[in-house]
């Protein structure tokens, strides 16, 4: 996957669909909430699976029964497809989780 940074505008058809995340500064973000601390925490762990298998890593903010994540490419410290395909992955396990 070319790790080249989006332009604001591909960035921007991007999130439109992916409801829920934003643009943050250089990195795109999504906070959950689950239903108690022990799914946000099998979501961590699980969000952390995919990101092994990606070789692309996000930072994880853990809360009581909340998950944050902020995604962006550090070699170019920019978003880039490679980003939203992370992102993409997340949103599609999350409901598992029951987060929303």
Known sequence: MPLEPLSQKE???RLAELPGWSLDGDRIARSYRLPSHFAATAMV??????????????????????????VNTHTVSAVTERDFALARKIEDLAPGHGAH
């Open 11 to 13: 960035i921007e058809d």
């Open 45 to 70: 762990v699980h969000i952390a699976q995919v990101q092994e298998e990606l070789d692309h890593h996000s930072d994880l903010t853990l809360g009581y029964n909340t998950v944050s994540v902020t």
